[in-house]
């Protein structure tokens, strides 16, 4: 008789998309952070921010949002893909957050540095736009083939419309911010970089959580790996030859 766990597990094939759907999650989260935090502002304000002071608890909901997104963002997304939450994946989210994060933070150093050496008055006067197109094409790069995915099911057999048309919402909402940003300019027109810094953490955390559930070698994948079959005597005694007369 075979054995196996009453869970699913997350396999290497459900690994890119969950990356995928914790990247948006976190992304989403931080963006309903950012513009609470802007809109009870504006409001205590009267509509002239410019001369207003916020106080310290509308400074913790920004301060909060970005670790928010940052653990939020993979837990949503496992949740969403019907998986087991238990206390190993939270600690597989975390080191894989806090990883994620240092990588980030080199790799946008180095991308910073390289892209001032381009050279041109853009990079000086407006902003390192060279940095947000390569930032932007790998994002439109890592979340083709997932929302391509999501529209083919809705568009055919709905085998997951919960997953995939939570996808597609958090795409539309996050394009349509980042443009409502660039068009007003200042300081939201970098809202989309600033989504990247909790979005990619998130994305490793859930390949860390896919990682250490299902990944070779760890404790879950043996616990979660099928019970080898019993042996009957009759195959024991075949085994070792002619049972005894």
Same mark, same amino acid.
Request: net charge positive; glycine share 12%.
């Given at each position: 008789?075979?054995?196996?766990?009453?869970?699913?597990? +997350?396999?290497?094939?459900?690994? #890119?998309?969950?990356?995928?759907?914790?990247?948006?999650?976190?992304?989403?989260?931080?963006?309903?952070?950012?513009?609470?935090?802007?809109?009870?502002? #504006? $409001? /205590?304000?009267?509509?002239?921010?410019?001369?207003?002071?916020? &106080?310290?608890? /509308?400074?913790?909901?920004?301060?909060?949002?970005?670790? /928010? @997104? +940052?653990?939020?963002?993979?837990?949503?997304?496992? %949740? +969403?893909?019907? !998986?087991?939450?238990?206390? %190993?994946?939270?600690?597989?989210?975390?080191?894989?957050?806090?990883?994620?994060?240092?990588?980030?933070?080199?790799?946008?150093?180095?991308? =910073?540095?390289?892209?001032? $050496?381009?050279?041109? &008055?853009?990079? %000086?006067?407006?902003?390192?736009?060279?940095?947000?197109?390569?930032?932007?094409?790998?994002?439109?790069? =890592? /979340?083709?083939?997932?929302?391509?995915? @999501?529209?083919?099911?809705?568009?055919?057999? %709905?085998?997951?419309?919960? !997953?995939?048309? $939570?996808? $597609?919402?958090?795409?539309?909402?996050?394009?349509?911010?980042?443009?409502?940003?660039?068009?007003?300019?200042?300081?939201?027109?970098?809202?989309?970089?600033?989504?990247?810094?909790? @979005?990619?953490?998130? @994305?490793?955390?859930?390949?860390?959580?896919?990682?250490? !559930?299902?990944?070779?070698?760890?404790?879950?994948?043996?616990?979660?790996? &099928?019970?080898?079959?019993?042996?009957?005597?009759?195959?024991?005694?075949?085994?070792?030859?002619?049972?005894? !007369?």
């Amino acid at each position: 008789m075979t054995g196996t766990l009453d869970r699913p597990l +997350v396999t290497g094939r459900e690994r #890119y998309p969950l990356a995928a759907d914790a990247f948006l999650g976190a992304a989403l989260i931080f963006l309903v952070a950012v513009v609470a935090q802007e809109g009870i502002a #504006y $409001l /205590l304000a009267a509509g002239e921010p410019a001369t207003w002071t916020p &106080p310290v608890w /509308l400074e913790a909901i920004g301060a909060l949002g970005m670790p /928010l @997104a +940052v653990v939020g963002g993979p837990l949503l997304a496992w %949740r +969403v893909h019907g !998986r087991h939450l238990g206390w %190993r994946e939270l600690v597989a989210a975390v080191v894989g957050a806090m990883l994620g994060g240092a990588v980030f933070g080199v790799a946008f150093l180095l991308l =910073f540095f390289l892209t001032r $050496l381009v050279p041109g &008055p853009a990079a %000086r006067d407006e902003g390192p736009w060279a940095m947000v197109i390569v930032a932007a094409l790998g994002v439109v790069a =890592f /979340l083709c083939r997932p929302v391509i995915v @999501a529209v083919r099911d809705l568009a055919g057999p %709905r085998a997951h419309p919960r !997953r995939h048309g $939570l996808r $597609l919402v958090v795409v539309v909402l996050g394009l349509a911010a980042v443009v409502a940003g660039v068009m007003v300019g200042g300081e939201t027109a970098e809202l989309g970089m600033f989504m990247l810094l909790p @979005a990619v953490p998130a @994305a490793v955390a859930a390949t860390a959580m896919d990682w250490w !559930r299902a990944g070779p070698g760890s404790p879950l994948s043996r616990r979660g790996s &099928p019970a080898p079959p019993r042996r009957t005597a009759a195959a024991r005694w075949r085994g070792r030859g002619a049972p005894p !007369r």
